[in-house]
């Protein structure tokens, strides 16, 4: 079997860190689909793990990615064969399980999508775990009664990997958005790939009552905390919360009063263990009805040994979009 590159995240003299090595697929963590990897992404995990910055990895050394797109070489499960193209993402992958960042990877036929027809390898990984739950967020909103005429939708965390495919999604589906950024700069950025309007993270009021002005329909929470808080407060009668990510820290703030007053619904969005049947569906959307419209402006690629640095970046938050990582 041929050899290949592999990112592999070592804790080491109490230090956790990546370095680009050579394995075979002997080396990597048993499963019935072998593939050829095209494709990896960096996702906000991807920077935890392979840093240490949090406690994600929970067996070393273990090759990091939480995602992979590629072309199947051998499989002893009957659902897959040789030369099918396919996605993995989430469950284990870089996190108990050798992940994304290797020339081949091997994973249990379980985790294992089928790559929808109108996505290339590239685009499903330019997508990756965060396009899934983008995706995932407005279908679960959707089921929940969202529609574009039920009124604005804002989006924090904007220039984030997650947030930039959400806007770009909801502005080609026919939703008011609203980008609510730390990143000034980055206004062009956002109003190119869908936000009506941009607002400054730096500037904002959140008030302390209760209840503020009703604002939002929906909004899609990448950061937590304070803003998570000031969602709640401001949403619509009926409002609706896809509360997703963490980046701002992980406490919640508020009272019941939007949720008994103003019927306001927080919904938990997970994109590692959703069912198959869900994960089949959001990805035949992202394929379809959902499938952003600016990809080539939100995606760039890197190879292995550029991704110690482009984490760094992420957890300073100094990274727009999305990274493919091509192995
Ligand atoms: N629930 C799930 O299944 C799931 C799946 C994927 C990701 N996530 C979570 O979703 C979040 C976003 O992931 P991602 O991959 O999109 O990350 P990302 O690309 O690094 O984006 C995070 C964005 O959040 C904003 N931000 C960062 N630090 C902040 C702070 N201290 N206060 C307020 N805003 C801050 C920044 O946007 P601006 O500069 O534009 O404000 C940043 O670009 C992460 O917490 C991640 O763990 C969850």
Redesign the pocket.
């Known amino acids: 079997m041929d050899r290949f590159s592999a990112l592999r995240v070592f804790s080491e003299d109490g230090k956790v860190a990546g370095r680009v090595v050579e394995l075979g697929v002997d080396d990597l963590a048993p499963g019935g689909v072998v593939l050829r990897t095209a494709f990896s992404s960096?996702?906000?995990?991807?920077?935890?793990a392979a840093t240490g910055a949090?406690k994600i990895i929970r067996r070393f050394p273990l090759v990091g990615g939480i995602d992979a797109a590629g072309t199947v070489v051998s499989s002893t499960d009957a659902r897959f064969k040789a030369g099918d193209e396919v996605i993995c993402t989430?469950y284990d992958m870089g996190v108990a399980h050798d992940g994304g960042y290797a020339g081949m990877c091997r994973v249990p036929a379980d985790w294992v999508v089928p790559l929808p027809a109108g996505l290339s390898l590239y685009e499903a990984m330019a997508l990756g775990?965060?396009g899934?739950?983008a995706g995932?967020a407005v279908e679960l909103l959707e089921q929940n009664g969202l529609a574009p005429a039920n009124g604005r939708v804002l989006v924090?965390?904007?220039?984030?990997?997650?947030?930039?495919?959400a806007i770009d999604m909801l502005a080609r589906a026919g939703y008011q958005v609203v980008?609510?950024?730390?990143?000034d700069q980055?206004a062009d950025y956002?109003r190119g790939i869908g936000a009506a309007e941009v607002i400054s993270?730096k500037t904002l009021e959140m008030g302390t009552r209760p209840l503020e002005k009703p604002l939002w329909a929906a909004a899609f929470d990448?950061?937590?905390?304070?803003?998570l808080a000031w969602l709640t407060r401001t949403m619509q009668p009926g409002g609706l919360i896809a509360?997703?990510?963490?980046?701002?820290?992980i406490e919640l703030n508020t009272t019941v009063l939007p949720f008994i007053l103003r019927g306001v619904r927080l919904i938990?969005?997970?994109?590692?263990f959703t069912p198959m049947a869900l994960r089949r569906k959001v990805w035949g959307r992202l394929a379809t009805d959902l499938k952003p419209r600016h990809l080539q402006t939100i995606a760039r690629t890197v190879g292995l040994a550029e991704l110690p640095e482009v984490f760094g970046q992420?957890?300073?938050?100094?990274?727009?979009?999305?990274i493919v990582v091509k192995p």
């Open positions: 960096v996702n906000y995990k991807d920077a935890l949090g989430s775990t965060a899934y739950t995932l924090n965390g904007a220039t984030g990997g997650v947030s930039s495919l980008a609510l950024t730390g990143k980055e956002l993270r990448s950061v937590g905390g304070e803003q509360s997703y990510g963490n980046a701002g820290g938990g969005v997970d994109s590692a992420v957890l300073k938050a100094g990274v727009r979009g999305r």
